[in-house]
């Protein structure tokens, strides 16, 4: 883990414990109810280890919240300068808009790629990038919210309740909420993928 990556996670894992806090959640409580096992919150929390979208989903979803918003939160003092207040919009607000150095990209998992939120706020949709790929197939990932993925560069393979589905550079799948998915590189080349997930109540799991 880079100087970078670390300071990264450090920011991430204390907006989990301050929000845990908030709550009146252990440890235990949260890493319980996210399906994730108490040593591992606790390293991540405090930089520790990184998570992967789908163990951060379910955090987020067993705080209340979103993984989207608990990554706008982690961003660093000055990541948000790009754009004036009034044109980036609030968490709320009718309008936000991001540009291209104006989110922090942070890491997650193991496989070294990185996400970085496509909008300000917590919103109906919650648009992400992704940077790079795991070379095998996670966990299963499930949520209520309908997903929308689209493939800017490379080759990924989605895998839905047990169906594969190959997207090159170009294409893209959409699906319903409280299907099982996961996907993985499909070629050497780097993948850059846009995923749109709907903010539907309800928890996410694996």
Same mark, same amino acid.
């Given at each position: 883990?880079? *100087?970078?990556? /670390?300071? !990264? @996670? =450090?920011?991430?894992? +204390?907006?989990?414990?301050?929000?845990?806090?908030?709550?009146?959640?252990?440890?235990?409580d949260v890493a319980s109810q996210a399906g994730l096992s108490h040593p591992f919150l606790?390293?991540?929390?405090?930089?520790?280890?990184?998570?992967?979208?789908?163990?951060?989903?379910?955090?987020?979803?067993?705080?209340?919240?979103?993984?989207?918003?608990?990554?706008?939160?982690?961003?660093?003092?000055?990541?948000?300068?790009?754009?004036?207040?009034?044109?980036?919009? *609030?968490?709320? /607000?009718? !309008? @936000? =808009?991001?540009?291209? +150095?104006?989110?922090?990209?942070?890491?997650?998992?193991?496989?070294?790629?990185?996400?970085?939120?496509?909008?300000?706020?917590?919103?109906?949709?919650?648009?992400?990038?992704?940077?790079?790929?795991?070379?095998?197939?996670?966990?299963?990932?499930?949520?209520?919210?309908?997903?929308?993925?689209?493939?800017?560069?490379?080759q990924v393979e989605i895998d839905i309740e047990g169906r594969l589905y190959l997207a090159?550079?170009?294409?893209?799948?959409y699906y319903a909420g409280g299907l099982r998915h996961r996907w993985r590189s499909a070629?050497?080349?780097?993948?850059?993928?846009?995923?749109?997930?709907?903010?539907?109540?309800?928890?996410?799991?694996?």
């Amino acid at each position: 883990m880079t *100087d970078v990556d /670390g300071d !990264v @996670s =450090v920011r991430l894992g +204390g907006v989990i414990r301050n929000r845990r806090h908030q709550l009146g959640l252990t440890l235990v409580d949260v890493a319980s109810q996210a399906g994730l096992s108490h040593p591992f919150l606790s390293q991540l929390e405090r930089g520790l280890a990184r998570p992967s979208m789908r163990s951060l989903s379910a955090i987020a979803a067993t705080l209340g919240t979103t993984a989207q918003a608990l990554m706008t939160e982690a961003e660093p003092a000055g990541t948000v300068n790009v754009v004036s207040q009034a044109e980036r919009g *609030d968490s709320t /607000g009718p !309008v @936000s =808009v991001v540009r291209a +150095g104006d989110h922090a990209a942070g890491p997650v998992g193991s496989s070294g790629a990185t996400v970085r939120a496509l909008v300000h706020g917590e919103r109906a949709m919650l648009p992400v990038e992704f940077a790079g790929a795991p070379a095998d197939f996670d966990e299963y990932y499930q949520h209520a919210g309908e997903e929308f993925v689209y493939v800017v560069r490379g080759q990924v393979e989605i895998d839905i309740e047990g169906r594969l589905y190959l997207a090159a550079a170009g294409d893209s799948v959409y699906y319903a909420g409280g299907l099982r998915h996961r996907w993985r590189s499909a070629s050497d080349e780097h993948v850059q993928v846009v995923v749109v997930q709907q903010n539907h109540p309800g928890k996410s799991r694996g």
